[in-house]
């Protein structure tokens, strides 16, 4: 497989299953990897808000193109810059 084909290759989650929630351990180590990835500048230059707040992430869902994954995904990860 050649670099351009992988580079096609992508997934993007279309829908999600409200009832499944990610375990809080797993988002702990998700949040933790995302603080000690390597940035260019390794000064990580954003910051990454964990959105629980039903009524915000439903606003949040009107400006994000009506795209339902904002409020059905278990866990919504917003990287700020």
Do not use: C
Request: proline share 4%; glycine share 2%.
């Amino acid at each position: 497989m050649t670099l351009i084909d992988k580079l096609n290759w992508r997934y993007a989650t279309k829908k999600y299953d409200a009832s499944k929630k990610v375990a809080a351990d797993k988002v702990e180590r998700i949040l933790e990897a995302i603080r000690l990835a390597p940035t260019s500048s390794g000064l990580q230059p954003f910051e990454v808000l964990l959105v629980t707040n039903p009524e915000k992430r439903a606003q949040m869902q009107t400006v994000a193109w009506n795209q339902a994954q904002v409020t059905e995904a278990s866990h919504l990860l917003v990287f700020a810059a």
